[in-house]
């Protein structure tokens, strides 16, 4: 096969290797010699270069030629771009050895340990009283959630059960419904107001993660803050949704 001179100093390969079943794109240097890009394709397949055996495949992948010259510069062989390196390994490892994560031993540390370091994240935040450490800032947060339930429950418990409203959530245009419950959820912390439409501009069927609050259609429910909930002489409205 005849060699012939390339001008571009960079060349965008693709490497395969018999020792896993994925392939990556690169770009290499082609004054690289062969030796060179050997040390280079360790970090890429995880063979030892002294294992490896280089195969030259065109972007049409029909093989080319071996690289089989360590101090051959990587631009004297016929390497264009979409070309693919394929490193067979000779190192005795085996097909997915270097795939399978749990035979890579991990790194553990008890707690009492790592309580012990000081370069730790954790006594980074206790030295800088930040995070959960900050006892002042904990207690500021809990007594505001803690006021914040009392707002909900009260706003809450002048809507009852049954009573016409109107939604107005922030971004939203106004949305008319039927109160259909009033109370605490599983799915989120707080106070909630699970309202019915009267067209389907909702979310859920009045139920949230399996467990069902009230009765209603597909995309007819959903739940809201009691501060966005209006409770009044609402009649029901024409949206046009069911129009063609």
């Not at 900050?134 to 207690?139: F, G, P, Q, S």
Request: overall charge negative; charged content about 30%; glycine content about 8%.
């Amino acid at each position: 096969m005849e060699v012939t001179g390339l001008s571009a100093p960079t060349v965008n390969v693709f490497i395969s290797s018999s020792l896993n079943s994925f392939r990556s794109q690169k770009r290499y240097n082609r004054s690289l010699t062969v030796a060179e890009f050997k040390c280079k394709l360790q970090l890429v397949v995880g063979s030892p270069a002294s294992c490896m055996e280089l195969d030259l495949y065109g972007p049409d992948d029909k093989f080319y030629c071996k690289l089989d010259q360590d101090d051959a510069l990587l631009g004297s062989y016929p390497v264009d771009d979409g070309c693919r390196i394929h490193v067979i390994d000779h190192s005795g490892a085996r097909l997915g050895e270097y795939e399978d994560m749990s035979k890579v031993e991990k790194y553990e540390i008890s707690q009492e340990a790592y309580e012990q370091r000081q370069n730790s994240i954790r006594s980074f935040l206790k030295r800088n009283k930040l995070g959960r450490f900050n006892e002042e800032e904990r207690a500021q947060q809990e007594a505001e959630n803690s006021q914040r339930l009392i707002e909900e429950e009260a706003q809450a418990s002048t809507i009852p059960v049954g009573s016409r409203c109107e939604v107005r959530a922030a971004g939203q245009p106004p949305r008319r419904g039927t109160v259909m419950y009033v109370g605490l959820t599983d799915f989120k912390p707080g106070h909630w107001i699970g309202v019915r439409y009267d067209e389907p501009l909702g979310k859920n069927d009045g139920s949230v993660n399996g467990k069902r609050y009230f009765e209603c259609q597909a995309k007819y429910g959903a739940f809201v803050k009691p501060s966005v909930v209006t409770v009044g002489d609402f009649p029901e409205e024409d949206y046009g949704l069911d129009e063609m």
